[in-house]
């Protein structure tokens, strides 16, 4: 049964940096589709992030975009997600996510299109 751990979640203030880790196990991130997701209070999922199988590809939503950096390790079988210059509006519980979708590109439009998430971890942003 594939599965995703999260942790590196914690309290930062504006303008700070955080790296979120996932790691998985019971399957190799080299061959799946691997991303992000966060959920703010009150607010629905959204897409952060994503690689598609093989790192071919990689996918930001526009607001992280130059803040945000995803990136996996095949051998640590361990995916990142390095954050810089939070904001407040980066407050969230975020989400590890894979599928076994195959291909050079990714989106994290859909929520549904991912099978696997982990547990979450909390990012507050706050001064």
């Known amino acids: 049964q594939p599965q995703l751990a999260e942790s590196g979640g914690g309290v930062v203030q504006p303008g700070g940096s955080l790296t979120l880790s996932c790691t998985a196990s019971?399957?190799?991130?080299?061959?799946?589709?691997i991303g992000w997701f966060r959920q703010a209070p009150g607010k629905e999922r959204e897409g952060v992030a994503c690689?598609?199988?093989?790192?071919?590809?990689?996918y930001y939503r526009d607001s992280v975009k130059g803040r945000f950096t995803i990136s996996r390790d095949t051998a640590k079988n361990t995916l990142y997600l390095q954050m810089n210059a939070l904001k407040s509006e980066d407050t969230a519980v975020y989400y590890c996510?894979?599928?076994?979708?195959?291909?050079?590109?990714?989106?994290?439009?859909?929520?549904?299109?991912?099978?696997?998430w982990g547990q979450g971890t909390q990012v507050t942003v706050s001064s």
């Open positions: 996510v894979a599928d076994d979708t195959q291909g050079n590109y990714c989106s994290v439009s859909n929520v549904d299109a991912y099978g696997h």
């Open positions: 019971g399957f190799s991130l080299d061959y799946y589709r």
């Open positions: 690689i598609s199988s093989r790192g071919a590809g990689t």
